[in-house]
């Protein structure tokens, strides 16, 4: 799965604690591999690990809950295509705040 990320999604990752980096990046591997079983399969069910739903006021565009227990780590992202391929184009990352402008 190929992943771009917006300028917007590159200054919320530079605001993240590192305590907060370190839970993204420990369930990215698990992201990435959901994201090719859904190229493969758009019916399929993501990991129960993995909260991703649409976001209600912005339509193709999805979000993704890293942690469930504290602290609150969300992500929005959209489906694009990159070299004929399914992409994730990573959009907002942080707390709840991110639906604002997602």
């Given at each position: ?63 993704v ?7 609150d ?12 391929e ?17």
């Amino acid at each position: 799965m190929k992943f771009e990320l917006t300028e917007r999604f590159r200054g919320d990752l530079g605001r993240l604690t590192s305590s907060d980096y370190a839970i993204v990046r420990s369930k990215l591997g698990d992201f990435a591999a959901a994201c090719d079983r859904y190229a493969g399969d758009p019916s399929m069910k993501w990991p129960a690990s993995l909260r991703v739903k649409p976001v209600e006021a912005a339509p193709g565009v999805f979000e993704v809950t890293f942690s469930f227990s504290g602290p609150d780590i969300r992500a929005t992202f959209e489906w694009i295509s990159i070299e004929g391929e399914l992409a994730v184009r990573w959009r907002r990352i942080g707390n709840h705040r991110v639906f604002n402008q997602p």
